[in-house]
């Protein structure tokens, strides 16, 4: 039995029977019967076709705090999708059992659905977010950029029905992706990985630049985005490479932007490394702070940050979690009610 089909977007023919994926920034060149480098599309009769589309391996209702979106309807439910697979292969995937499930079970790419994806189409996936009472749908644990489709088209059925759309993503999109989907895409948090092309090259495969690019044009977009780094010690816990991307936020993304900076524990293929020091962590937070950064959070340290969020002129809390709970929202019409200094994020 071989995985649905569904035609993809963002592509284009190529020389002898070829195409070309504009989906992400591989812009894989598939042969005939072959797979992109994420193993889910495949050139079907030089037609590209994605094998993913509704092919549901993880669905969840979580907080939205957990995304993590600390600015974006705090203290929401957002419903919780992925497909199987990744345009990355990062050795410290936290979720790598349905990241890398093509790569993992078949080398020949996504040939057989696995017996734990359900499908699940679009109308279904907005009914179930609207049963659960979740004000938005995250596109995450995996990679939605591979899940294009399924997400584009659940995204437009979703804001008909008064539904914001989030991604949680690597940030390898091209740039006609991002033009394709801002439409639709009320906020995206995205794993700014480290600020090396080397690392991104040998760890995750990938680049850097294509990341920052892609940042610069969501928020150019108009799309609400925040910034996740998650901290590995000996890849990207340097002090000069931490201050980098603060500085590159702070300047090209705006200091507006939040940084979450998560703490590292070992899983995939660096199970022995260890978890990142708290100290690393409060390090990289002076260093956003001096970079000039408004808002910056400590993550998968529950009870030992400060997660609150914080007038950036008085200081006074407005909005106070632990976790992934928020206890009280102090705003009022988006603003702090001391100083009427705007919060900036999306709260309506």
Same mark, same amino acid.
């Given at each position: 039995?071989?995985?649905?089909?569904? %035609?993809?977007?963002?592509?284009?023919?190529?020389?002898?029977?070829?195409?070309?994926?504009?989906?992400?920034?591989?812009?894989?060149?598939?042969?005939?019967?072959?797979?992109?480098?994420?193993?889910?599309?495949?050139?079907?009769?030089?037609?590209?076709?994605?094998? @993913?589309?509704?092919?549901?391996?993880?669905?969840? $209702?979580?907080?939205?705090?957990?995304?993590?979106?600390?600015?974006?309807?705090?203290?929401?439910?957002?419903? !919780?999708?992925?497909?199987?697979?990744?345009?990355?292969?990062?050795?410290?995937?936290?979720?790598?059992?349905?990241?890398?499930?093509?790569?993992?079970? %078949?080398?020949?790419?996504? =040939?057989?659905?696995? +017996?734990?994806?359900?499908? $699940?189409?679009?109308?279904?996936?907005?009914?179930?977010?609207?049963?659960?009472?979740?004000? =938005?749908?995250?596109?995450? &644990?995996?990679?939605?950029?591979?899940?294009?489709?399924?997400?584009?088209?659940?995204?437009?059925?979703?804001?008909?029905?008064?539904?914001?759309?989030?991604?949680?993503?690597?940030?390898?999109?091209?740039?006609?992706?991002?033009?394709?989907?801002?439409?639709?895409?009320?906020?995206?948090?995205?794993?700014? *990985?480290?600020?090396?092309?080397?690392?991104?090259?040998?760890?995750?495969?990938?680049?850097?630049?294509?990341?920052?690019?892609?940042?610069?044009?969501?928020?150019?977009?108009?799309?609400?985005?925040?910034?996740?780094?998650?901290?590995?010690?000996?890849?990207? %816990? =340097?002090?000069?490479?931490?201050?980098?991307?603060?500085?590159?936020?702070?300047?090209?993304?705006?200091?507006? $932007?939040?940084?979450?900076? !998560?703490?590292?524990?070992?899983?995939?293929?660096? +199970?022995?490394?260890?978890?990142?020091? #708290?100290? @690393? #962590?409060?390090?990289?937070?002076? #260093?956003?702070?001096?970079?000039?950064? *408004?808002?910056? &959070? =400590?993550?998968?340290?529950?009870?030992?940050?400060?997660?609150?969020?914080?007038?950036?002129?008085?200081?006074?809390?407005?909005?106070?979690?632990?976790?992934?709970?928020?206890?009280?929202?102090?705003?009022?019409?988006?603003?702090?009610?001391?100083?009427?200094?705007?919060?900036?994020?999306?709260?309506?």
């Amino acid at each position: 039995m071989t995985a649905d089909l569904h %035609d993809a977007m963002l592509w284009e023919p190529a020389d002898g029977g070829a195409v070309r994926c504009d989906l992400c920034a591989h812009r894989c060149r598939i042969a005939e019967g072959k797979f992109g480098s994420c193993r889910v599309r495949q050139n079907v009769d030089g037609v590209l076709k994605t094998l @993913t589309y509704g092919q549901l391996c993880a669905t969840h $209702v979580d907080p939205i705090e957990k995304k993590p979106l600390f600015h974006f309807l705090p203290g929401s439910l957002s419903l !919780s999708i992925a497909t199987p697979g990744c345009n990355f292969r990062c050795s410290f995937c936290q979720n790598w059992r349905i990241s890398q499930q093509p790569r993992e079970d %078949d080398d020949d790419g996504l =040939s057989t659905p696995s +017996r734990q994806n359900q499908f $699940v189409p679009p109308e279904q996936i907005v009914q179930l977010a609207r049963r659960n009472g979740c004000q =938005s749908i995250s596109y995450t &644990y995996t990679e939605p950029t591979i899940f294009f489709e399924l997400a584009y088209d659940t995204a437009h059925l979703a804001h008909e029905q008064g539904i914001k759309n989030c991604f949680v993503s690597n940030g390898f999109m091209t740039a006609e992706a991002v033009e394709t989907v801002a439409p639709v895409l009320d906020a995206i948090n995205v794993d700014l *990985k480290c600020f090396s092309d080397e690392t991104y090259k040998n760890v995750c495969g990938g680049r850097l630049q294509p990341v920052l690019d892609c940042l610069e044009n969501l928020v150019r977009a108009g799309v609400w985005v925040e910034v996740t780094t998650l901290v590995v010690p000996g890849m990207n %816990d =340097s002090e000069a490479e931490l201050r980098r991307i603060a500085e590159f936020i702070a300047t090209r993304l705006g200091a507006h $932007v939040p940084w979450h900076v !998560s703490r590292f524990h070992g899983d995939y293929k660096q +199970r022995t490394t260890p978890a990142t020091p #708290l100290s @690393t #962590l409060q390090t990289a937070c002076r #260093l956003g702070a001096e970079a000039g950064l *408004k808002y910056i &959070y =400590s993550g998968n340290v529950p009870g030992e940050a400060d997660e609150r969020t914080y007038c950036a002129r008085c200081r006074e809390v407005l909005i106070d979690r632990m976790g992934f709970s928020v206890q009280h929202v102090h705003l009022q019409n988006g603003a702090c009610p001391k100083c009427d200094t705007p919060l900036e994020g999306v709260w309506e």
